[in-house]
């Protein structure tokens, strides 16, 4: 405990700890690093909370505060490790929190799961904040509380979408509709419509049902999974559930060292770099005040202006409600005056390009010495061991590396047999609704074998995505056949969604973790030559959607913002100056530069990047004077002409490729369905 609070002191990390009094043994343990405080300050309106377990010795669960920035990053707020998951902790944690923020820019949302002693918790630190509950959560629960109740799968999943309707609905009346409609749907199914009705409307519907959550603005955050995705990080960091606070803190503050770094670029982009479609006049008083995120959305409004026109009522106005931002209804009539979108139609959040304090609060002179004249009266006043304990909290305060705190005792398994190999896995329990999944569409005899073969390669894929891949000698199995035997050998990388720029950072030296740094190479060269591509892609607005697809700097993003071949085969052979072969089982294929003169032979940089299982990206290393795809088409016709020998030297690989794999698709698009 000596290092670690000699190390939060060297960080000016903000620390409070609550301990043992008879022990010393530490019961809970708060952090926040000074920049997410400065973080926290400018974006306060959202907060989403959440525990994660298995991350230390001491079985101590690790509730994580996060916030959201102008350009829809997370960042952490603070940790704190708290001994139990009662109320009285996750008051003394949050009230840690409150402290350093000021009375007039404290949150207006906190998002959570329904962990009623956090909720409770919520309610007496935050009182004045719009509580919400995770419907991704609520959804799950249903799962594992009514699926059971329902006699085949058709049926469950016509309830299901029939809730997520009722979920969405964007009036009360609606509502109310749906509601009666579910009843009336599902008549036969009483214990789960009494689940459902009891459990989460009657009491919570206010926190999570559209017709109530649209008029409040959450910035988007419905759900808890920006926290989730901030654990998931940190478990894959850890590695370990035997680690100590020390330890622990080690691993956070390096992940949070670099998510400082990666916020800090995306305020400077917004600041200084304008996109082609924000060109138009009517975004003249939005560009470089607002962020890049908010004016994609304003832009996405601006073309439902187009046939939405004046009517309120046609517009729903939910993203004024929801974000703060112009709805199409207010554009169209900002067109139709000939005036451009004003900037104080938005919203202060997403016009905060810096970390400066949202309310700026005046400074006042501190002083301690009525304080310290306190402590000396009562030190004074102390017997002997009083006057000891008094000088020992003093020597602590002065010195935080000199504390008399211990670790609280490791954790062992309280039942059951002693194990001769400890656990160490990160990887958290199975919840109710994933045991229910498997034990139900596993064994369920009203599942046709079709529907269960289905299931069972979803799940397979599932496992895929979860870093849960064959072994590298299957992976290989994974290319057409004919080229098996020039593969050398393949590395497999991190599948957390950015596989695919992490082999790219691999194969050019720049190592697997500098992925951000691929991106933001992509995102240049496509703008420094926006309109050569724009034929290159084929059809209109697909340079816009790559550009979008590329401007994410966080783990595990959707699938919208994966790698996508073959648009990213132009971009990094043009930028990197190399030959790129792509393979796949369905689809193989060679990018060379578009603008730069052949290097001699010798000199090329060959690299290889494998496409597997539909969802993951590897690095493919090929033995010398391999068989090479054929060039993908849009390079022959849109090359410069000084890149013309780039194509020369590899004529003999290509017809030795041809005749090796003469039924794989070797042109840039293929439609998936026909295969």
């Known amino acids: 405990m000596q290092l670690l609070m000699s190390k939060l002191t060297e960080h ?10 008879d022990t010393d043994s530490v019961k809970d343990l708060f952090w926040a690093h000074p920049f997410a405080i400065d973080l926290l300050r400018a974006f306060p309106h959202v907060l989403i909370m959440d525990c994660t377990y298995k991350t230390n010795r001491y079985a101590f669960p690790l509730l994580e505060v996060v916030g959201v920035t102008s350009t829809e990053m997370t960042f952490s707020v603070c940790f704190a490790y708290i001994e139990r998951e009662r109320e009285d902790n996750y008051s003394w944690a949050l009230d840690k929190l409150k402290g350093f923020m000021d009375n007039n820019m404290l949150p207006s949302v906190i998002v959570t799961d329904r962990e009623v002693a956090l909720m409770n918790a919520i309610q007496n630190v935050f009182p004045t904040a719009t509580h919400l509950l995770c419907r991704w959560h609520i959804s799950k629960n249903i799962l594992a509380n009514c699926k059971k109740l329902f006699e085949t799968n058709e049926v469950w999943e016509s309830f299901i979408t029939s809730w997520n309707i009722l979920v969405l609905s964007a009036t009360k009346d609606h509502y109310m509709q749906h509601l009666r409609l579910l009843e009336s749907e599902f008549v036969r199914y009483q214990e789960a419509i009494d689940y459902v009705k009891n459990t989460w409307l009657t009491k919570y519907k206010e926190k999570f049902i559209a017709a109530w959550t649209d008029s409040i603005m959450h910035l988007g955050n419905t759900t808890s999974n920006r926290v989730e995705t901030s654990h998931s990080a940190l478990k894959r ?39 082609h479609d924000f060109k138009p006049s009517v975004f003249k008083e939005l560009r470089g005040f607002v962020s890049r995120n908010a004016l994609n959305m304003i832009f996405c409004e601006s073309k439902r202006a187009d046939y939405i026109g004046l009517d309120p009522l046609a517009c729903g106005c939910v993203v004024r409600h929801t974000h703060g931002i112009p709805c199409a209804h207010e554009i169209a009539r900002y067109k139709r005056e000939g005036r451009p979108i004003p900037l ?42 009083g006057k000891l304990k008094i000088l020992k909290k003093l020597k602590e305060l002065a010195n935080p590396a000199s504390t008399y705190l211990i670790e609280p005792e490791a954790k062992a398994r309280a039942r059951g047999r002693p194990s001769s190999k400890a656990d160490n896995s990160t990887r958290r329990d199975l919840s109710k609704f994933e045991h229910v999944l498997s034990a139900l569409n596993s064994h369920s005899p009203h599942l046709s074998s079709s529907k269960i073969s289905i ?31 020039y593969i050398h050998h393949v590395k497999d990388v991190a599948a957390d969604g950015n596989c695919g720029f992490r082999v790219v950072a691999d194969l050019i030296g720049l190592g697997e973790d500098n992925w951000i740094q691929v991106r933001r190479d992509l995102i240049d060269e496509l703008k420094s030559h926006f309109d050569d591509y724009t034929q290159i892609f084929k059809y209109a607005g697909r340079s816009d959607e790559i550009l979008q697809s590329l ?16 648009e990213a085969g132009y971009l990094i052979a043009s930028k990197y100056n190399v030959v790129l072969i792509f393979l796949s089982q369905l689809q193989c294929l060679t990018f060379l530069p578009l603008r730069s003169t052949p290097l001699p032979r010798p000199s090329q940089k060959i690299i290889a990047i494998g496409f597997i299982h539909n969802c993951h990206f590897i690095q493919v290393f090929m033995n010398p004077g391999s068989p090479m795809p054929p060039i993908a088409s849009s390079w022959l016709k849109y090359h410069s002409s000084v890149a013309e020998g780039w194509a020369t030297p590899y004529d003999r690989n290509i017809i030795a490729f041809k005749d090796l794999v003469p039924n794989v698709a070797s042109k840039d698009t293929i439609d998936l369905d026909d295969q």
């Open 344 to 385: 104080s139609s938005i919203n202060l959040h997403w016009k905060k390009l810096d970390l400066l304090p949202t309310t700026k609060a005046e400074t006042t002179y501190l002083s301690c010495s009525t304080e310290m004249e306190m402590i000396l009266q009562r030190f004074n006043n102390n017997d002997y061991t």
């Open 12 to 21: 000016n990390y903000i620390e409070w700890y609550r301990s043992d009094a």
């Open 237 to 275: 960091q850890l590695q370990s559930s035997r680690g100590t606070f020390e330890t622990l803190w080690t691993k956070i503050h390096a992940l949070v060292e670099l998510q400082h770094t990666e916020i800090k670029a995306s305020l400077e982009r917004s600041s200084t770099t304008v996109q």
């Open 455 to 485: 299931q069972s390669k979803l799940r397979q894929r599932k496992k895929v995505h979860q870093s849960q891949l064959p072994k590298h000698s299957s992976f290989i199995n994974s290319f057409p056949q004919g080229l098996r035997p």
């Open 551 to 566: 401007s994410y700097f966080e783990s595990n993003p959707s699938n919208d913002y994966w790698m996508t071949f073959p």
